[in-house]
């Protein structure tokens, strides 16, 4: 008499049985219907892996772009100990979009050799600061931030800190720029220097110490600059507004051993 397999039913015919066609085309069916069904699952359960990482996909994009996410921040440290040893490689390893969320970067005590560029940055807020918030302990070569339509800002930072630099912090078409405690300075006022140069951007500049530069604050390209609460001395200008710009300005202003303000070509300082 024919038995069985266990599992899928399979029909065993006994040794003394004489040979059907029938038995082993069957079971041949039942095989096949057997792996049929493991490919349909197989293929369902992959369907489902995809629609899982298109969720995750897109539920990243909704956060990215929604201005009332609830992980609207991000903190990036950079120092000797961290993920990232250099300023430049922070900022190059974040994407342009920063989807509406504030980014810090904030940086520990120490000497960086690099001049640090901010540049093409959207839709949110990049901030770069010491960790410790003491504007002598982080000691950069120069920054630059430049064709920038989300909020950047400079907090107590130290640049042009082998006095050799002739420019300390340059800005350029960007839609919003915040600096404050910074300190810039050169060994001596050297012929087209600038402390902070601003050329078709908005710029606010508060509690900032700029010192021995041929300009302390350069502001030209139809730029609005407010500045206040600035120290520094030996610079031979201090404010210079050119070319349609405009420069508010309030209580103290960076020492001049030459002239305090120079405006033309349509420039106004009040």
Known sequence: MAGQTPNFKLVKPAPEQFYDVAVPNGN????????????ENDDLTQIEQDLSELETKVTTHLD???PHSETKSRTINVGNTREFKTIQSAINSLKKNLGGKVVRIYVDA??????VTVEGFQFGTLELSSNSGINTE???QSVTVRDCEAVIRVYSLSTN????SNFGLT??????VQVTNLITGAYTPVTGSTGISVFHANVMINGCTIS???VAIYVAANSIVYVAGLGGSNNRTGLSCYGGSTIGKDGNMPGATVTAETTWAGGVIR
Request: aromatic share 10%.
């Open 161 to 164: 800190f082998t006095g050799l």
């Open 171 to 176: 800005i350029s078409t960007s839609r919003f």
């Open 138 to 140: 982080v000691k950069i």
């Open 110 to 115: 120490g000497t960086y050799p690099e001049p």
């Open 64 to 66: 990215e772009i929604n």
């Open 28 to 39: 041949m069916d039942k095989i096949d219907a057997a792996l049929k069904e493991l490919q």
């Open 212 to 214: 021995a530069y041929d």
